[in-house]
Structures are given as C-alpha cells and as structure tokens.
C-alpha cells in the first residue's frame, strides 16, 4: 500500500504557507495549504494525512482543539505547531495532549525536514525511512532540455558526481533533485547547502560538523551536512563561492569519503552522491587560481550544461501554465489561463533571469489577476506601480510607463496600502478585500513602519 504523503499546513501567513508548501514538495511530499478559519477543526477531518503543520498564532484557530481532533480515530495525525511568540506553558500542555512537537519561527528547514522524515519513518517500513517519490516535475517540450533528462536518468544510480552549470535561474537545483529522485538514493536524503550564503567560517562548521568545544560557542557535538546526507546527495550550492582551503577539504571527501569534524579526532565515513552547481565560468575562476583544477575535475565527473530560458522559447506557455496551476493552490485563486495576448508578450521578453524571473511574473500576475484569465496589463511587463511615502494608511498609487519590473514585496506593500485607501483606512475591510487576516494585515503594517523608522534613524 502507497503511503499517504498529504501534509497540512494551517498558516493565516500566506509567506509562510509558500514556504512550507515548496519545502514539502522538495522532499517529496504533497503539501495541503489551509489559511486560517473558525471552522478549520472540521475541515481537516475530510483530508486523510498523517502529518499537519499548524501556526500556533492562526486566527480562528483552537490549537487544543486542533490536537483533540487530530489524534482521534484509526488514523491520527500527528501535529506540529510552530509559533513565533507561544508560551513554554503553552507549548508544555499541547505536548501533553498529544501535539507531536513545538517549533520557533522562523522555521529551520534541515530541522523541520528531520521531524517530517521521522514522523514518516515511523508509519513506513524501516528500508523506506525517507523514502522519496520522484516528485519533482520537469517542465519541457525543448530537444535539448529532453536530452540533459535521459542522461539524468541513465547517470543517477552511479556514484559519479556531477557538475550542473547554467545562469541563474535556469533550474540548477531542480535538475539536482531529478537526478537524487532517481537514483537508489532517493531512500535517503536530498540536502543541499549554497556555499555563498554563509561566511566562512560558518560554512566550514555547517559542511563538516564540530566537535564540542571546537570554538567558541560551539557548546555540544554538531554533526555537518556531508554527514546528514549519508546515503543520500549532497547538493553545494553555488560551489565557486567556496574558499580555497574548504576547497581542499572537500577533495578530501571526495576522495576518501571520509569528513573530519572540526575539533575531532578521528575521520567519519560518509556514504555520499555529491551534485555541485555553479552560474560562473569555470575555467576563467580556475585561471583566476579562486577554483582548484584538481577539484574542478573532481567534481565534473558527469558536466550539465542548462541552457537559458529564451533558448527553449517553446517552453515558455507551458512553464506559465504550470505556474498558473501552482499558485492556484498555494495563494487559493481560481485563474484557469492567459490571454493570447499576454501569451504572445511573454514570448517577446528577454528573460535575463530565466525561467525563475518567468516565475515571478506569473506568481505576481496570478495575485493581480482579477478574474479567471491573466491580461496582458496583469503581467506589469512595462508599468509598475508607484506609490507615495509608505508612512500614511490611506495611500493609492498610479500607474506610471517606463521602468523595470518591480519585485513583488512592493507590489504587496503599495496593493495593501491602495485597498486601505478605498476602504478609508478600515483595516477589516481591506483584509476582507485582500483576503487575509486583520492581524495578516496590521503585521504587514507594522512591518512597513519598522522599516521606515530603521531608514530614518540611519540604523
């Protein structure tokens, strides 16, 4: 029998429910949005899952309640709660009661990814402990795209590794998870660690692990992410951001399949498949000495070369469908397509940012949209929207011509603040029109003011 992989999420932030959501389908499982509401308790009884995620904060919602109702039946279901101001008493009675753990938000997503795998691990049988469906969708009609797909395949079950190359945004990542979901690792872990997103000394802990007392501040034993991802890939993120002495450590790995935690005293062995990806030029950052060659051969094993989105023009209407179908589900809109003519203005853009900036169009369209079909005017390809100081609650805003398009925080901010101007400034009204919570909406605010008082005091 096919293990339920539905896990609920009930969040009134929509931030944070797109956030789970993408998290759970990287892992392989089907994530089941809810916003908050009075009657969620009986809403959650119609959805068989052995596993929800629930904001301790959501309006509407009686997380004793929650529990209660979770637990009761042949099927329980086990609930995590996360919380960003919850009481240690509170957290303590809900544990009492049966709620499966308490996180702090903002969530820790190689924390939340143990609990989930436990949790299943549990329920599944012992050779199937995070067991991974090959869920990851690749959207494509391009020949060349077609062809990098069968060498995935016919490459995942070798240890081989590989080095995917391609401009930001072409889906480096993706194609990483494709080969992991179908390899005999996919029983084991996909992680993944960008080796540009953390200073180097902290990369040098989160790669290899450290011992107690390794450094200051280094309170207990921490394994690293080359140990976490024993019998499973480990993707390095960005790889040429690397620093040329973890770069030699890495050799090492790789050759002896051994990491040596910081502070330790002996080797530990790992089982490991590693991907790397980069958006950089190897040969001129290996010509630059900032990239060993040795390790560049190393790693370039299997070479992945992706190419950009305005080179796969055919994919475009099918890349925008799905994520018109995507955010459908995650933000709970209706869209059903676009227009031929916004169809036909998607196809003459230049993409620079490839298929996530094609992405983020559609995510913004699909939110502006205000009926079942996206317009050419939806897409804001050649307008943005301008607005005044964001200090006064009852600003509007106007269309303006020649810009660049604007990132999607300020479309929310400057949309908040056009519903609060038509609603007068009432706050209850402007949420109901927005379709999120009062409080959704007064932390939005509150946000926005922080910043402006942060800018103003120079801090």
């Known amino acids: 029998m096919t293990l339920n992989r539905n ?14 959501s993408r998290w759970l389908e990287q892992w392989g499982f089907v994530p089941i949005p809810l916003p908050g509401s009075a009657d969620v308790v009986e809403k959650i009884k119609a959805i068989p899952c052995l596993f929800m995620i629930a904001s301790y904060e959501t309006e509407g919602l009686n997380p ?3 529990v209660e109702a979770a637990i009761t039946g042949d099927n329980a279901t086990q609930v ?3 919380s960003r101001s919850a009481s240690v008493d509170a957290a303590v009675k809900l544990m009492k009661a049966g709620a499966f753990d308490f996180l702090s938000k903002p969530v820790d997503e190689t924390q ?3 609990l989930v795998q436990q949790v299943f691990t549990e ?4 050779k199937s402990v995070t067991a991974q469906s090959t869920t990851t969708r690749i959207v494509t009609q391009n020949a060349v795209m077609q062809q990098l797909l069968d060498l995935a395949k016919q490459v995942a079950d070798s240890r081989a590794s590989v080095l995917i190359q391609g401009d930001s945004g072409t889906g480096k990542e993706l194609i990483a998870r494709y080969i992991h979901e179908h390899s005999a690792r996919r029983q084991g872990p996909f992680v993944a660690i960008n080796c540009g997103a953390l200073p180097e000394t902290l990369l040098e802990s989160e790669l290899f692990g450290h011992e107690k007392g390794a450094f200051t501040g280094a309170v207990s034993k921490k394994p690293g992410k080359f140990e976490l991802a024993d019998g499973g890939t480990i993707l390095l993120d960005e790889i040429t951001e690397m620093p040329l002495h973890l770069q030699a450590k890495l050799l090492r790995v790789l050759q002896e399949r051994e990491v040596d935690r910081l502070g330790g005293g002996r080797p530990v062995p790992v089982d490991i498949r590693v991907i790397a990806t980069t958006n950089r030029d190897m040969k001129q950052t290996i010509e630059e000495q900032k990239f060993r060659e040795d390790l560049f051969y190393r790693l370039n ?3 992945i070369k992706l190419p950009l989105l305005k080179d796969r023009a055919e994919d475009i209407p099918l890349l925008a469908q799905h994520f018109i179908e ?4 995650l933000d709970g809109r209706s869209v059903k397509k676009m227009s031929s003519s916004a169809a036909q203005k998607l196809m003459t853009q230049p993409f620079n940012g490839n298929v996530r900036e094609l992405e983020n169009i559609i995510e913004r369209a699909v ?10 005017k939806d897409l804001f390809l050649s307008e943005t929207l301008v607005g005044n100081a964001p200090s006064a609650e009852n600003q509007t805003f106007e269309i303006n011509g020649n810009f660049e398009p604007t990132p999607l925080k300020e479309v929310e901010k400057k949309l908040i603040f056009q519903t609060l101007g038509q609603t007068n400034g009432n706050r209850t009204h402007a949420a109901k029109m927005l379709g999120i919570s009062v409080r959704t909406l007064r932390n939005k605010l509150n946000e926005y003011k922080e910043t402006v008082e942060s800018l103003a005091s120079g801090t």
């Open 123 to 126: 329920k599944d049988s012992p």
């Open 367 to 376: 939110l502006l949209c205000d009926g079942t079909k996206i317009h050419e």
């Open 64 to 66: 004793m309640a929650l």
């Open 112 to 114: 939340l990814q143990l």
């Open 301 to 303: 094993v299997i070479p």
């Open 326 to 329: 995507k955010y459908n589900s």
């Open 7 to 20: 896990i609920l999420i009930i969040d009134d932030d929509p931030k944070d429910r797109m956030m789970l």
């Open 80 to 82: 995590l709660f996360v």
